[in-house]
């Protein structure tokens, strides 16, 4: 039998169906790399320069109303566009291209330009929560709307250009990359096996126990098995459903409670602003019942042993595998000490 806690081994991710490498005796060795300074420069509850700020001006001449709670727009630069027509480029079979249409949006969670997920309060949350379904729906009901993404770069680190409290959701034809890599995995699994691969993973990890980070009555939040990030996070509802369109009105309460819980872990894990990467996978838009989508998000946070070492996806993580040291175990650990 393998010993996975201390040998150098690979583990399998079965929602994407890749592997990653995982180096267990390595996390002693010494660090000689870049050192991040740390902001920990306090944000003002109202910014003049803010173009997210209730009142504000944005780039390209909008003023922004004042709102006091949530806030929705187009992007101004958006990576898409509706009006894109469907055509197609092929030659020889060796450069294709597709028109892409699709619709970009900001969603701000606060007025507040100070607030993070991990600050808020509850109520307030749920109201980003409500905000999600609706968009989620909204823009998932348009027949050139096949995938909706909801995601959220929190931190400079991150590359997030604004400090200011908020998500995007990029909506589009086509299903992207990682959104069809899942979609064929827990199709396969629901064929071979009966059942769904989130369903069955949630029990096991409930039974298991050491990569549970937190949880309450209908979500779960843990460390996956196969995470390459060192801190690396998905939340579950412990129940199937295939979108946020699923929630019930606690479980929607329960949304909000397990994003506020894992990001102030994040936050007191290094004693700093944690930022990440997170993200909604949920089932595609395009009219097919996908009864074998599980709704879950994912945190990609790069931090790596504190504040200010990060981890880089470079080298042999670029050209060949992801790799880590701390294993999902340990980590999940220390998320949950704290
Ligand atoms: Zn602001
Ligand atoms: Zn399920
Ligand atoms: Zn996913």
């Known amino acids: 039998m393998l010993d996975w806690k201390r040998e150098p081994h690979r583990r399998f991710n079965p929602l994407t169906r890749e592997w990653v490498l995982v180096s267990p005796h390595r996390t002693a060795r010494p660090w000689q790399g870049q050192v991040e300074k740390t902001s920990v420069a306090q944000q003002p509850q109202y910014d003049p320069e803010?173009?997210?700020?209730?009142?504000n001006a944005r780039a390209g001449g909008v003023r922004n109303p004042a709102?006091?709670?949530?806030?929705?727009?187009?992007?101004?630069?958006?990576?898409?566009?509706?009006?894109t027509p469907l055509g197609r480029f092929e030659q020889d079979g060796l450069l294709l291209a597709e028109g892409e249409p699709g619709v970009c949006r900001v969603v701000c969670f606060s007025p507040r330009h100070d607030l993070t997920v991990a600050n808020m309060e509850p109520a307030d949350l749920r109201r980003v929560v409500d905000v999600w379904t609706e968009q989620y729906a909204?823009?998932?009901a348009r027949t050139l709307i096949n995938h909706v993404q909801i995601f959220e770069n929190r931190g400079a680190m991150m590359g997030a250009s604004n400090p200011h409290p908020h998500c995007q959701i990029w909506s589009s034809y086509a299903i992207p990359n990682e959104v069809a890599k899942e979609?064929?995995?827990?199709?396969?699994?629901?064929?071979?096996?009966?059942?769904?691969?989130l369903c069955d993973y949630v029990r096991l990890e409930q039974t298991a126990g050491e990569r549970t980070v937190d949880q309450n009555d209908h979500f779960l939040a843990l460390v996956p098995f196969w995470a390459v990030w060192p801190f690396e996070v998905m939340v579950l509802?412990?129940?199937?459903?295939?979108?946020m369109d699923g929630l019930t009105d606690?479980?929607?309460?329960?949304?909000?409670?397990?994003?506020?819980?894992?990001?102030?872990r994040y936050d007191r894990l290094f004693q700093v602003s944690f930022p990440y990467s997170m993200g909604f996978h949920q089932r595609p838009t395009d009219g097919a019942p996908h009864d074998e989508w599980h709704?879950?998000?994912?945190?990609h946070p790069p931090l790596l042993r504190s504040a200010t070492v990060r981890k880089f996806l470079v080298g042999y993580e670029l050209l060949a595998t992801p790799q880590r040291d701390i294993t999902a175990?340990?980590?999940a650990e220390r998320l949950r000490a704290v």
């Open 183 to 197: 979609t064929a995995a827990q199709d396969a699994w629901r064929q071979g096996h009966g059942s769904c691969l």
């Open 138 to 140: 909204e823009l998932g």
């Open 237 to 243: 509802p412990k129940r199937h459903m295939t979108g």
């Open 329 to 331: 175990e340990v980590a």
């Open 50 to 55: 803010c173009y997210l700020c209730p009142g």
């Open 250 to 264: 606690v479980e929607r309460d329960a949304l909000a409670d397990i994003l506020k819980r894992t990001t102030s």
């Open 295 to 299: 709704l879950h998000a994912h945190f």
């Open 67 to 83: 709102y006091t709670s949530t806030f929705v727009f187009d992007n101004d630069f958006a990576a898409l566009k509706p009006d």
